[in-house]
């Protein structure tokens, strides 16, 4: 299919932090934090706190594994090595992967690294749409989220494909970080988007994001915050957006 024969695609999408498949009771828990997944039944997962062979984690390669349980495709990216193996951000897809790229980001040389996941797909509407998921740095110190934001709308703004960008970036709505990611990225004016996302009880923080570029392209038909407050500390937003090419 051409892109002037593709037709407007409806997508839900979740960005969810799985806390390296511990749980709040520290379990490890990964049938819990699937079915959890199957139950809001998405296109698109952005996973944060993902491990890849850590010890902690059982040497389990926790994208592959949510991904066999999700019956989705899976992707990890590296943000660095960690307890015995690799620690960073995870994709979920109901569509396979057409290209992918981990994305680097910049931090002080104290912090930990961070990454961004970027994944395109091609719908059956014949859209291809760019996904990233990424986790900023969580310091109460700004520098690096800044450095982190800065870098991400460089590599993203110019574009030409419509992108999502979900995650966990670690600070509220009226942060510099986040002024500077909304120059090339805009966020739904739906009530439920400016809810609280952290922590999981009470939540009173909004850190947890799901954003778009080509702002008339999109409409938001639908913004949840759930709180599944055993499977993670975090709330997972999630957002049903009708793309129109």
Known sequence: MSESQAQSDTLRVMSFNILHGA???NDFNLDTIAGVINSYDPDLVALQE???KTNRAKKYDLPTELGYRTHMASLFARAMYF???EYGEGVLSKYSFISTENIALPHLPNSEPRAAAV???KTKKGNIIQFVGTHLDHQKEKNDRIMQAKALVKHLE???YPTLLLGDLNAEPDSEAITIIRKAFTKSEIAEAQQGTYPSIGPHKKIDY????Q???WKVLEYKVLCENYASDHCIVMATLVFTP
């Open 119 to 121: 994944v395109r797909v």
């Open 50 to 52: 993902v491990d890849f």
């Open 215 to 217: 702002p008339e392209h």
């Open 210 to 213: 799901i954003l778009y570029n």
């Open 83 to 85: 307890d015995g193996g």
């Open 158 to 160: 110019k574009s030409q």
């Open 23 to 25: 749980t709040v009771k």
